[in-house]
């Protein structure tokens, strides 16, 4: 944001109050500027930002200049950008080898960049995909909590094994309401690979 004058230039800010479309108040007031100045936005000065537990993505505002005196607006509108601090949550894919028999465990992990302050919470939910479940593998769901201070969790899938001549199958995990976090990777995919030899 820019403006330009020889002398005495007072620029108005609007005071507005921005309602964003998850529901956050963004309340901006008026500032006077006297004279060649620049000036910073900052939270809890000139604007004040409410923040939240929500994960989401960024967001913006709006500052527009209006009424000025002894100048010209260059340019009227500034464009604020705010950063969402609750950590992204992500989980990996995996591959197991069934056995003829009996069942194998794919260990999924739900992870998270940097450690969060409070606990993270996201659920998860098994589907097939050419893996059927009953048969190929047990269908699964539950929530995962990430503890406060920590950056994974663990939970596992029971990979079922038959004698069957088949190729390669998969089921997914997806991930689904978290909560003090935004997921940035909702699925998870297991590659069930048949033993190289049946008897």
Do not use: W
């Amino acid at each position: 944001m820019r403006f330009r004058g020889l002398s005495q230039v007072v620029v108005q800010l609007l005071r507005h109050v921005l309602q964003d479309e998850m529901g956050h108040e963004y309340t901006s007031r008026a500032v006077r500027f006297v004279g060649c100045a620049s000036f910073i936005i900052l939270a809890g000065g000139a604007s004040t930002l409410k923040g939240d537990r929500l994960g989401e993505p960024n967001e913006t505002f709006s500052v527009n200049l209006s009424a000025p005196t002894n100048a010209t607006i260059a340019d009227g509108q500034g464009i604020g950008t705010i950063l969402d601090d609750e950590p992204r949550i992500s989980i990996n894919d995996v591959m197991v080898t069934e056995g003829n028999t009996g069942a194998v465990n794919a260990t999924f992990t739900v992870s998270l960049p940097v450690a969060c302050d409070v606990a993270v919470t996201v659920h998860y939910q098994t589907a097939n995909g050419s893996a059927t479940a009953g048969s190929d593998y047990a269908a699964a769901s539950g929530d995962v909590i990430i503890a406060a201070g920590q950056t994974t969790k663990t939970f596992t899938v029971a990979v079922l094994g038959d004698r069957s001549a088949e190729p390669t199958e998969n089921f997914v995990v997806n991930l689904s309401a978290a909560t003090n976090g935004l997921i940035v990777d909702s699925q998870g995919v297991l590659l069930q690979l048949a033993v190289g030899s049946r008897q």
